[in-house]
Nanobody, 120 residues
Framework: QVQLVESGGGLVQAGGSLRLSCAASVSTARLDSLGWYRQAPGKQRDLVATIRSIGSTNYADSVKGRFTISRDNAKNTVYLQMNSLKPEDTAVYYC??????????????WGQGTQVTVSS
């Protein structure tokens, strides 16, 4: 079982920055992938960014060049640095972790979400 606790959300003006953190209850070195997703009211949950255990990253086109995902295995934490925020970035942001078991089966874990609101 993996527990994820997000923090760092809040209200910010357009053009501002926020850093989200997600602390895992297990060593993040054991996790194949860590990521951030977001869900705006009335919309589906969408990928924002992911980072693999080997360090490779993937970003949604809408955040490329503005957001940066990173992981600190010593602190069992994944971060999302969000710069140049836009009102359309307003959403609940969820942390995701993928555990790859020895038999090849993957299990997804989710945090409780943190609200990010960007005012115009």
């Amino acid at each position: 079982q993996v527990q994820l606790v997000e923090s760092g959300g809040g209200l910010v003006q357009a053009g501002g920055s926020l850093r989200l953190s997600c602390a895992a209850s297990v060593s993040t070195a054991r996790l194949d992938s860590l990521g951030w997703y977001r869900q705006a009211p009335g919309k589906q949950r969408d990928l924002v960014a992911t980072i693999r255990s080997i360090g490779s990253t993937n970003y949604a086109d809408s955040v490329k060049g503005r957001f940066t995902i990173s992981r600190d295995n010593a602190k069992n934490t994944v971060y999302l640095q969000m710069n140049s925020l836009k009102p359309e970035d307003t959403a609940v942001y969820y942390c995701n972790a993928v555990l790859l078991r020895w038999n090849g089966v993957t299990t997804d874990y989710w945090g409780q979400g943190t609200q990010v609101t960007v005012s115009s």
